[in-house]
């Protein structure tokens, strides 16, 4: 097993896993506080933590793993999504929606969902 690297996100209003405290998302990046998820209140997010490097326009994800594509009913129909993981304890923290099969849901693709009941908010 190789060297796990944790970044840590500057400012104010860091969402971290609750379990291990990894850092995983900003504050201003949050769409919606009205979703809910697996175990209640979760929020809509336009982006998790991405780092990118400028020279090979390549982008990563910093502090979490994404599962595989998973068709999943959820409470506004059937969606293909992939569940979030925090890189450090491997607790999942929410899921990113992949594809949407309603059209009135194709706004949520590309989007993520993080549960409030697995993340604590500092600052």
Known sequence: ???????????????????????SASKNAIISRDFHGRTGRAYLFHH?????TPLIHLCYY??????????RHLVTGLHTVNDIYCS??????GWRYEKAYNQSEKYKEGKYILERARMVKDG
Do not use: S
């Not at 910093?62 to 068709?71: K, S, T």
């Not at 450090?88 to 923290?93: E, F, H």
């Open 1 to 23: 097993m190789g060297l796990l690297f944790v970044q840590r996100l500057e400012g104010e209003g860091v969402f971290r896993c609750r379990r291990c405290r990894v850092d």
């Open 48 to 52: 998790v933590y991405v780092l990118c």
């Open 62 to 71: 910093v502090n979490i793993c994404l599962g595989p594509n998973e068709d």
């Open 88 to 93: 450090c304890c491997q607790q999942i923290l």
